[in-house]
């Protein structure tokens, strides 16, 4: 079965510092990989998705991330964070068949400092 | 358009009490899901339906049933609630195909149960 590790619970980084979130997934066949972001008391939102081609990707909000099969990582960036960016960050992998169902990985909270 | 709506947003219930979670979505998306949420385990599926009339299982769906009558609304039930219920209940909507992996969620709904 298909499982997705961010090793890091917290991460508090000072507005315009960069910004790497670490996501490692295990897979069997190539994985289709995500990102999702959950602002305070609100529901998921896609950032960006991986499914072939191309390993690094652009998403929304000004975020990228880099897939790097030999290391089974799938980590986000940012160059420049924003105090808007606190959340919590999200990475999943998605099962191949039926449902398209997900697998989500415990999570990241960012916290950004002025 | 609306997008995912969930009713209620907060509920406190008893042990033993039952209760509904209603879940609609305007996009006419074919795929619906339930996740849970609890603190250090990220979102974990219930249980999802790929099409009006169908329900299957997901990770954690012990306790809880779900009905999808009709394509724009899924409703989950807890027929006799225990305290380890107590969570933060997310619905997500996709279309179907390939696309489906980007899902729709909800505000949440924030479950309490004494």
């Known amino acids: 079965a298909q499982s997705v590790t961010q090793p890091d619970i917290h991460i508090t980084v000072s507005e315009g510092a960069s910004l790497e979130l670490r996501c490692n997934y295990s897979y069997g066949a190539t994985p289709y990989l995500f990102w999702y972001v959950q602002s305070p008391g609100q529901g998921l939102q896609l950032l960006l998705k991986?499914?072939?081609?191309?390993?690094l990707v652009q998403g929304i909000k000004g975020f990228e991330a880099e897939f790097k099969r030999s290391q089974s990582s799938f980590n986000l960036r940012k160059p420049s964070v924003h105090w808007s960016d606190a959340a919590e960050y999200f990475c999943?992998?998605?099962?191949?068949?039926?449902?398209?169902?997900?697998?989500f990985g415990t999570g990241t909270r960012l916290q950004v400092t002025l | 358009n609306a997008g995912v709506t969930q009713t209620p947003k907060f509920r406190v219930l008893k042990t033993g009490q039952s209760m509904t979670l209603l879940c609609a979505q305007d996009m006419n998306h074919e795929y619906m899901y339930w996740y849970r949420q609890d603190p250090g385990m990220g979102l974990r599926l219930i249980h999802y339906s790929v099409g009006e009339g169908t329900t299957a299982k997901g990770e954690v769906p012990d306790g809880y049933n779900v009905s999808r009558l009709k394509k724009q609304n899924f409703l989950l039930g807890l027929e006799s609630a225990a305290p380890s219920q107590t969570s933060v209940y997310f619905c997500?909507?996709?279309?179907?195909?390939?696309?489906?992996?980007?899902?729709?969620f909800g505000p949440g709904t924030r479950l309490t149960v004494t």
């Open positions: 999943a992998v998605g099962e191949t068949g039926t449902a398209s169902k997900l697998t």
């Open positions: 997500a909507s996709s279309e179907a195909g390939f696309s489906s992996y980007e899902q729709y």
């Open positions: 991986y499914f072939s081609g191309d390993t």
